[in-house]
């Protein structure tokens, strides 16, 4: 789905490492015949970045959630880039939590990309919401589309390592526990 039209100005928001409804969706959307077509999925892949972050889980969908915010921000009458930047720094932080329908949190901070000024993405620890690895959530979304697509199980081992090592230039894993790291992330593509 195209971005701009998927999220509207002026929100920032990163889908692929912050909405768990929105990734699975891709992936049931993205048709992969080959090797070329893998090397560039796991080009799209780079957009969740290195690091921790934080996963929503719920049934809300982007656009509701987007909604809410730009109703909230609208209420609070900060709907411009300058009264919003005050309203943030006005607790000496340089964010703000709002709580939208389902009881999650959302961090709101400034953006970074011009006519993109708030920047959203789950809060820590936030109810619908687990903290992962990139890497976990890389392997994990790799992982299924390589099932859909070639085959497999997501329980096999060597499938992951192939995986982690041809593509994502990642060490091996040993073993995938269901409950925890990349065995929790890709349970929750299996389950949800």
């Known amino acids: 789905m195209d971005y701009e039209e998927l999220i509207p100005k002026p929100i920032l928001f990163n889908c692929w490492k912050h ?5 699975k969706v891709e992936l049931n959307t993205i048709k992969a015949k080959d090797e070329k077509d893998i090397k560039d999925f796991v080009k799209k892949l780079n957009i969740m970045g290195n690091s ?4 929503y889980t719920g ?6 959630i987007i909604n809410y ?9 900060v709907n411009d880039e300058n009264s919003y930047k005050v309203w943030l720094h006005n607790e000496n932080r ?3 939590i709002i709580k939208v329908s389902d009881d999650s949190t959302w961090t709101l901070r400034h953006g970074n990309e011009k006519k993109r000024y708030i920047h959203i993405h789950p809060a820590r620890y936030s109810i619908h919401t687990v903290r992962v690895k990139s890497i976990s959530l890389k392997t994990a979304s790799l992982l299924i589309l390589w099932i859909k697509n070639f085959g497999g199980a997501t329980e096999d081992i060597k499938l992951i390592n192939q995986l982690r090592f041809n593509y ?11 409950n925890s790291g990349l065995g929790k992330i ?3 593509f299996v389950d949800s």
């Open 94 to 96: 340089d964010y703000k």
């Open 168 to 178: 994502l230039e990642a060490s091996p894993v040993k073993t995938v526990f269901p």
């Open 186 to 188: 890709i349970e929750l």
């Open 19 to 23: 909405h768990l409804g929105f990734i």
């Open 59 to 64: 049934l809300m969908s982007v656009q509701q």
């Open 69 to 77: 915010i730009i109703k909230n921000i609208n209420e609070l009458n």
């Open 52 to 55: 921790l972050s934080d996963l």
